[in-house]
């Protein structure tokens, strides 16, 4: 279905949950401009809070997330008590200003706290910020899930889970230092659904050492026997020169290029056969998912979460490394959780890198935003169109992407080629495998 040109592919680019992407963020932006941020908020602007948990029970070898091991209570304990500071911070800023409509919990795993931290973290942000009856969603790792944190789910009204579960193979799970039996996941599905939870995504990757095409289609079977309502299928980004963990992977088993696209292109292939509703080529929904529906009304956004249908322009980030988006600014917390509470401990804001956004970036960054989430954007506003248009020629002749008058369109078999094709569009655009991961 898809042609292959590993040319195009060769070089790795950006994921564009932002623009520009953090990659490019400095040091030259700081607190003093998230307070300036924060004042930008409109009395009833919709808005949205990420918070970033940076603990795992156990630590994954492929994760390249800003976390670390939950072994010792006290270190847990004592981020707490900063998130919680930093929430009444952010908070005391806005005034009573905004409305938050949706929160996002990441990390890392939040539960690998204990539910009753949950409970108080609930707590603390109903007295800091107005919240407008938000969409409420959680990352979770089926391994040490339970009841306890199912009816802690419930009583707070959650009613969106991402499980991780990247491969049901146990060699693979063995590679990738993952171990999780069907078994558990099953049990996950079951506690959720009991707790009300009513949209559950699994997140399943591809590219991972001793995959191949038949293995990745067992996963599929069995998580399609579960009924997720939605599915993110992720190329696996071995960078073991960035992240340390990944050097625990066995660089020889990894699938090679054209095995990675055919896992992608036989996953596509078999959930839309399934009746998932595509979300650009990597991502699927059931029809009657809010996520399916926004694809189809032209509504789908993206941010630091992925695909959304998160209308708010908004985002605040909660804790280390958490990044926070609004229209002028992209602003990103200490990564580091020691400076991270030096920071809060001293009433400042945590932020420690990121970028002014020109009004020109945000011209790039709506077409990138189009491209990725409609295939297609008009581009006859868009600054150095001509650059642009050269970069993109080699698309255009690979009829991958065509124009129809100012409107750039990329076509079905040019799915796998979107962020590739969104990339010829950004200015800041280091071609240095270094950087990025692996395009498909």
Known sequence: MWPYHPDLLATPVPRYTSFPTAAEFDNAVGPPHMAQALATVGADEAISLYLHIPYCAELCWYCGCNTGAANRTQRVQAYLVRL????????????????????????????????????????????????????????IDPRGFDWRWAAALGRNGVTRVSLGVQTFDPDIQAAIGRVQPLEMIACTVAQLRAAGVNSINFDLMYGLPFQTVVKLAATIDTALELQPDRLAVFGYAHVPHLIARQRQIDDSALPDSLSRFAQAEFAYERLTRDGYQPIGFDHFALPGDALAAA?????????????????ADILIGLGASAISQFPGWLLQNEKNAGRYHLRIANGQFATERGWVRSRRDQAIGTAIEQLLCQGSA??????????????????????????????????????PYARTIAAALDPYRHDSATRFSSAI
């Open 84 to 139: 919680i500071e930093e929430i009444e911070l952010v908070g005391k800023a806005l005034g009573g200003r905004g409305r938050v409509r949706r929160i996002a919990w990441g990390g890392g795993s939040p539960n690998a706290l204990d539910p009753q931290d949950f409970d108080t973290l609930m707590l603390r942000l109903s007295q800091a910020f107005r919240l407008d009856d938000p969409v409420m969603s959680v990352e």
């Open 378 to 415: 008009d581009l006859s506003t868009l600054p150095d169109r001509s650059v642009a248009e050269h970069r993109l020629a080699c698309y255009i002749d690979a009829g991958l992407a065509e124009w129809r008058d100012h409107r750039l369109v990329i076509r079905t078999k040019g799915l």
């Open 295 to 311: 694809m189809v009304a032209g509504k789908l956004r993206r941010n630091f979460q992925g695909f959304t249908e998160d209308p």
